[in-house]
């Protein structure tokens, strides 16, 4: 079965720092591209971010651009966002997804990051 | 405002059919067949219920479906069920400018 458990999420003062973890298991990790989907509390999902099998390849949403690093680490099992600089309007839970093709399979059950 | 236009709600009676639209442009939805569609109940995690337009991945029940012409895709709901109640979101694929987008959401109501 496949598990991804977000944590790191938290209050956090505008223009600070926060770092999410998604612990994934139940496939092989280095296997998927794996992304970020945001959504903020009552609204709609927005795409934040993605990044290759192999971590050599990288997307984001313009909102996150300059201030967001998505990374992993394949022998850990474990994908990251690195949010900084970060916004009020950042506030929103957040969503570690598996994907496959050019479809989110698998999503873990979310972390707020309220700022 | 979100990239993909999908109405705010939709309702029906139990066994009755509900399709819901979800409207992109030329540089989304209508270039890739990269349409899918997520479930998501109150509290809980999204969950993929169509992809490409009209896959339903294992487990997903075949009164769902999806289909997509021109710029508009659709998701129709077949033989409604209570637990069919839910916020319904579409999503495609934009390139690698505009990578995934996602409609605003549609609240299914099962009257």
């Known amino acids: 079965e496949v598990q991804l458990v977000e944590s790191g999420g938290g209050l956090v003062q505008p223009g600070g720092s926060l770092r999410l973890s998604c612990a994934a298991s139940g496939f092989t990790f280095s296997s998927y591209w794996m992304h970020w989907v945001r959504q903020v509390p009552g609204k709609g999902l927005v795409w934040v971010s993605r990044i290759k099998s192999d971590g050599s390849t990288t997307s984001y949403a313009d909102s996150a651009k300059d201030r967001f690093t998505i990374s992993r680490d394949n022998a850990k099992n474990t994908l990251y966002l690195q949010m900084n600089s970060v916004r009020a309007e950042d506030t929103a839970v957040y969503y570690c997804?598996?994907?496959?093709?050019?479809?989110?399979?698998?999503w873990g059950q979310g972390t707020l990051v309220t700022v | 405002q979100s990239a993909l236009t999908q109405p705010p709600s939709a309702s029906g009676s139990p066994g009755q059919s509900v399709t819901i639209s979800c409207t992109g442009t030329s540089s989304d939805v209508g270039s890739y067949n990269y349409v899918s569609w997520y479930q998501q109940h109150p509290g809980k995690a999204p969950k993929l219920m169509i992809y490409?337009?009209?896959k339903r991945p294992s487990g997903v029940p075949d009164r769902f479906s999806g289909s997509k012409s021109g710029n508009t895709a659709s998701l129709t709901v077949s033989g409604l069920q209570a637990e069919d109640e839910a916020d319904y979101y579409c999503?495609?694929?934009?390139?690698?400018?505009?990578?995934?987008?996602f409609g605003g959401g549609t609240k299914l109501t099962v009257l």
């Open positions: 997804v598996r994907g496959d093709g050019y479809a989110y399979f698998d």
């Open positions: 999503s495609s694929y934009g390139g690698s400018n505009k990578n995934w987008v």
């Open positions: 490409e337009v009209s």
